[in-house]
């Protein structure tokens, strides 16, 4: 009798716990490869566009287009970050005493944030764009998830400080704003910098982690636990703890914030919690009623446009 109840319950118990161990550690880390990891040279490149979504496409024409429209503007620059990576990006001079600089999400390169260009070189703004480490032609292999990429600012900063740049712009999309935001609320903040345009700022990593993979069905749970100590072992930083919300009380230059009340990635509450955390002495939360995270200016580039030269003038005069 005992023998027919292993023989039953054993080959039970395995296909009971087979699935269990499979959700539980292979494929946590399998989604932690296909967020944050560059398996392969292609990956996250400047070749083409980073997702077959129309409107990326659209957005990836654009960045395209405004390449072409000052290509005798553009230079390549390089620089190497204090981690030793080699950092690449482009620039355009327009002849300004200031420039921004204009940082995408993951998994985007220098290329997608051109598509943020048009209204600053308007108004004669010199434009510099960079790959982030892990992306397009610079060095990595791991995304820095909005933390890391603090260090590869710091050496943008100093390129164009080299050229003579007296005043400096930030403006993030996503994990760039939230980058973007670290930077500026770090201790040793050049005072080159004079304002920050956040597009989608979310209030830390961990949350937003946790609304991409249940958008996409998978387990959030222990997913983001092995993100969580991951992103400690490479960076040293507990991102479920640290994040745009507990830094943003430090901020003291002028912030705008653009959101939408559709984006399921940066809730409406969250945003009008940092909004209200922001300790910028001039600081404005401007809502687009409609419009997918990092795509606001696609769906109203009008409105978008007045915010970016509202921002300009507020944090330059």
């Known amino acids: 009798m005992l023998e027919i109840l292993l023989a039953i319950f054993i080959p039970l118990g395995i296909l009971i716990a087979v699935p269990g161990i499979i959700s539980l550690t292979i494929i946590p880390h399998v989604v932690f490869n296909a967020i944050s990891k560059r398996t392969k040279p292609d990956k996250w490149s400047r070749e083409h566009p980073s997702s077959p979504n129309p409107g990326v496409i659209e957005m990836w024409g654009e960045s395209l287009a405004f390449r072409k429209l000052y290509g005798d503007k553009e230079s390549e620059i390089e620089t190497v970050t204090e981690d030793g990576l080699t950092i690449k990006g482009l620039y355009y001079d327009f002849g300004s005493p200031t420039a921004v600089i204009i940082l995408g999400g993951r998994p985007e390169t220098c290329i997608y944030s051109l598509y943020y260009a048009e209204p600053y070189a308007k108004k004669g703004i010199n434009v510099c764009v960079f790959d982030?480490?892990?992306?397009?032609?610079?060095?990595?292999?791991?995304?820095?998830c909005g933390y890391a990429e603090t260090k590869d600012l710091a050496a943008i900063v100093k390129v164009l400080e080299g050229k003579g740049i007296k005043n400096i712009l930030y403006h993030g999309i996503c994990v760039g704003s939230a980058a973007m935001m670290l930077s500026a609320t770090e201790e040793n903040r050049l005072p080159l910098l004079k304002g920050i345009f956040t597009d989608g700022l979310y209030i830390d990593y961990y949350e937003t982690l946790k609304k991409r993979i249940r958008k996409n069905k998978g387990p959030t749970y222990p997913t983001v636990w092995i993100f969580r100590e991951k992103i400690k072992r490479l960076y040293g930083v507990d991102c479920s703890k640290v994040g745009p919300l507990s830094e943003i009380g430090k901020l003291n230059i002028p912030s705008m914030m653009v959101a939408s009340k559709e984006d399921i990635f940066s809730l409406p509450e969250k945003t009008q919690l940092l909004f209200d955390t922001n300790g910028s002495p001039k600081k404005k939360l401007e809502w687009f009623p409609q419009g997918f995270h990092s795509h606001l200016r696609r769906i109203d580039k009008t409105h978008y446009d007045?915010?970016?030269d509202e921002f300009i003038e507020m944090s330059l005069k």
Do not use: E, F, N, T
Request: hydrophobic residues 30%; glycine residues 18%; charged residues 10%.
């Open 132 to 144: 982030p480490r892990a992306h397009g032609l610079s060095d990595g292999i791991y995304s820095g």
């Open 306 to 308: 007045a915010c970016v």
